[in-house]
C-alpha cells in the first residue's frame, strides 16, 4: 500500500534547467520526507518538512506541502548530471513508525 | 562504521532455498527498519525494530519472512523456502531517534536477492 504517489513517472531535462517533482498523499500527515536513490544504491534523506511549514529550502532544493490540497512538490533549481536519480516522497502512516514510499520519479539531467 | 552496511550486496538462491540477509546499522542507532524494493517501484515497509523489540512487523508477506535484532543492533532478515515472487531488493534503514517524526532514515545499499 502507497501513501505518496509521485508525479510525473519520469522527467528528462537539460543541465542547469529545473526539474520539479509532485507528490500526492491520501491521510493526514505530521510530516512529509523526500528521498533520492542514485541507480543500485539505498536511498538517501534530502529534506523534512511539518505539516505546519509551507515551505523549506536546502541549497538548490526547495519543497513545498499543501495540506489542503495533500501535495507536495521538489523543486531542483540549476540541475546538473548528477542529480540525475529517482526521488521519493515518504509519509508517516497514521500512528505508527511506518514511512511509506511513492513510486517515485525518474528524473533524466542531460549534460 | 560510516554508515548503514548491508551484506551480501547479491544473493542468488535456488527456489526453495533459505537465505539470510544482515544488517549493520549505525552505531547508536534506535531505529532499524526493513524494507523490501521491487524493480521500478518504491520501497515497501516489511518490519520496524527499536533497539532490540519488534515493534511493527505488518509488512511481512508471509510467515515465510521472520527478522530479528537480539542484541538491539545488527539486524537478519531471513526468507524460508525462497520463491521467485520474493526477488527484490532488500534494505535496511535505521534512525537515531525512536521516531520518523524527529529522525530522517539512513539506508544501506542494499541486498539483491534473485530466486531463480
Known amino acids: 500500500s502507497q501513501q505518496g504517489e509521485e508525479d510525473p513517472q519520469a522527467l528528462s531535462i537539460q543541465e542547469g534547467e529545473n526539474a520539479t517533482m509532485n507528490c500526492s498523499y491520501k491521510?493526514?500527515?505530521?510530516?512529509l520526507q523526500w528521498y533520492r536513490q542514485n541507480s543500485g544504491r539505498g536511498l538517501v534523506h534530502l529534506i523534512l518538512?511539518?505539516?505546519?511549514?509551507r515551505e523549506k529550502h536546502s541549497g538548490r532544493l526547495r519543497v513545498t506541502l499543501d495540506t489542503s490540497k495533500k501535495s507536495s512538490s521538489l523543486l531542483i533549481t540549476a540541475s546538473r548530471a548528477a542529480d540525475t536519480a529517482s526521488y521519493f516522497c515518504?509519509?508517516?502512516?497514521?500512528?505508527?513508525?511506518?514511512?511509506?514510499f511513492g513510486k517515485g520519479t525518474k528524473l533524466t539531467v542531460n549534460p | 562504521g560510516a554508515g548503514v552496511s548491508q551484506s551480501p550486496r547479491y544473493k542468488v538462491a535456488k527456489r526453495g532455498q533459505d537465505v539470510a540477509l544482515r544488517c549493520d546499522p549505525i552505531?547508536?542507532?534506535?531505529?532499524l527498519f526493513w524494507y523490501q524494493q521491487a524493480l521500478g517501484q518504491g520501497p515497501e515497509f516489511l518490519t520496524y525494530f527499536q533497539n532490540e523489540a519488534q515493534l511493527d512487523k505488518s509488512g511481512l508477506p508471509s510467515d515465510r519472512f521472520f527478522a530479528e535484532r537480539p542484541e538491539g543492533s545488527v539486524s537478519t532478515l531471513k526468507i524460508q523456502r525462497t520463491q521467485q515472487e520474493d526477488s527484490a531488493v532488500y534494505l535496511c534503514?535505521?534512525?537515531?531517534?525512536?521516531?520518523?517524526?524527529?529522525?530522517?532514515?539512513?539506508f544501506g545499499n542494499g541486498t539483491r536477492l534473485t530466486v531463480t
Open positions: 552505531s547508536g542507532h534506535v531505529s
Open positions: 515518504a509519509t508517516p502512516q497514521g500512528g505508527s513508525e511506518k514511512l511509506v
Open positions: 491521510t493526514s500527515i505530521n510530516n
Open positions: 534503514a535505521s534512525s537515531f531517534a525512536g521516531t520518523v517524526s524527529n529522525s530522517p532514515l539512513h
Open positions: 518538512i511539518r505539516s505546519n511549514e
